[in-house]
């Protein structure tokens, strides 16, 4: 009898082993072949730009645009940010600010900034919202408009920013980012190739360490917070091969919640943003993929690496912890609530390929890889995992990390560029080795809260962040 048992601990050891390598190598293997997809996207999106030149093509039929800013709590850099935005080089454009019921000074910051005055105006409900307190328009700024209502989370007040808006496309952005000037003519580009466009993305980049003033990024920079610095190379890693990889399979999952253009009829027909999931940028897009395949309607969902919108992350370790949580447990709500999109047979390139895949590595994935990180040290230091697996499955786990986010610098330098000086970017190769060794791990836990959040269904709310508040003091 105990050699049976001693048997089958030996057969149950082996194919633990056996798992894990493999679920990492299947893991970094995909990611890989995302990796090939970006490198190829890029490279003909590049030729393309480069018969426009350096500069954003201008071709004066481009469609008016409401740009919807929720804020929250947003003194430190509202002023700053709306600033960015009224210079933005667009022919028509409108800011609508959403103040959902800031508990700082971020309104009277506003009112003071901007003149604003009482502006009666009645919203239709077309999408429902918490009641509105009041309207106001700035006497220096005719196309700056401020609705203040009652605190409902960022969904309920971007719903209530789509019931505001008068154009027929809106641009969600954060109230703490920094559009890029020519951004908005960018990412409006789709729309005007593809009349079956509903939504496009473009990329966040970390602001963190940079010059800014007047409202505008001057010179990307490295922060001096180590945090900071692996979020830069995340970001890189995140966009320009992990959406990138995606868009020409019309199989993007993801239109970050700072930086994404829609075509407000469309969100309106789904019954716009989710107010119960603290990830609605991630809902939204996946419901809209769900809702067209399901009545047959053709369109498109882009993303474009050039259209850039800087943001502050966060340098301390508790927020940036907070935050992960956050992202995972709004990932694992928009996935749960779509499974219907994997399964039906209408669900093409994201419901059969995107949303797999995102399910197994990235909803599923932090429990499989902390099981897989405790199941080889524990079993290495009990005896019955030899050095030579627990080496394999440290060069599959780390190793090939390491080269997936040496990989997303590779091509922001064969790109964009837009860390200039090779300081800086050897700062971040460096960054780049040494986030897998804690950083990595640490994240997985973080992620893994999150879906113990969701898993028990904990009330959502804003995800407040603390702000360095460096932006408003240029």
Sequence with gaps: MGSWQALLAIDWVWWGQVGFIGYFVLL??????????????????MRQRAEFGETAPYLGIEPAVSILVPAFNEEATIRTSLLSLMQIQYPEFEVVVINDGSKD?????????????????????????????GVYRSRRHSHLKVIDKVNGGKADA???????????????????????????LRVVQPFLEDERTVAAGGTVRIANGSKVQGGFLLEAGIPRSLLARFQIVEYLRAFLFGRLGWSPMNAVLIIS???????????????GYSTTTVGEDMELVVRLHRY?????????????????????????????????????RGLAESLSRHTKLAVT???????????????????????????????????????????????????????????????????????????????????????????????????????????????????????????SGQWGQH
């Design 345 to 467: 047979r209408r669900g093409g390139a994201p419901g059969w390929l995107a949303w797999p895949f995102m399910a197994l590595f990235e909803w599923l994935g932090p429990l499989i890889e902390l099981g897989g990180y405790l199941f080889m040290v524990i079993g290495f230091s009990l005896g019955v995992i030899s050095p030579v697996a627990l080496t394999v499955f440290m060069l599959v786990a780390i190793g090939m990390g390491i080269l997936l986010s040496v990989n997303g610098l590779l091509l922001e330098t064969l790109s964009f560029r837009v860390y200039t000086k090779k300081r800086d970017m050897w700062q971040l190769f460096f960054v780049a080795v040494i986030e897998n060794f804690g950083y990595r791990q640490l994240n997985t836990l973080w992620r893994c809260r999150g879906l113990w959040q969701w898993f028990s269904r904990r009330k959502h709310q804003w995800g407040a962040m603390k702000r």
């Design 257 to 271: 919640g700072a930086f994404g253009l829609f075509n407000r009829e469309r969100v309106m027909d789904v019954g």
């Design 292 to 328: 067209h395949r399901e009545k047959r309607l053709p369109y498109r969902i882009h993303y474009l690496p050039d259209p850039i919108c800087w943001t502050e992350a966060p340098e301390d370790i508790v927020t940036l912890g907070k935050q992960r949580s956050r992202w995972q």
């Design 28 to 45: 970094n293997g995909g990611y890989l072949t995302l990796n090939v997809l970006s490198m190829v996207s890029l490279r003909r999106y």
């Design 158 to 184: 971007l719903n209530a920013g789509i019931n505001a808006a008068r154009h027929t496309l809106f641009c969600a952005v954060d109230a703490d980012s920094i559009l890029q000037r020519d951004s908005l």
């Design 105 to 133: 000074n971020t309104l009277a910051v506003m009112k003071e900034a901007f003149e604003l005055e009482e502006y009666p105006e009645p919203l239709r409900r077309t999408v429902p919202h918490q009641d509105v307190l």
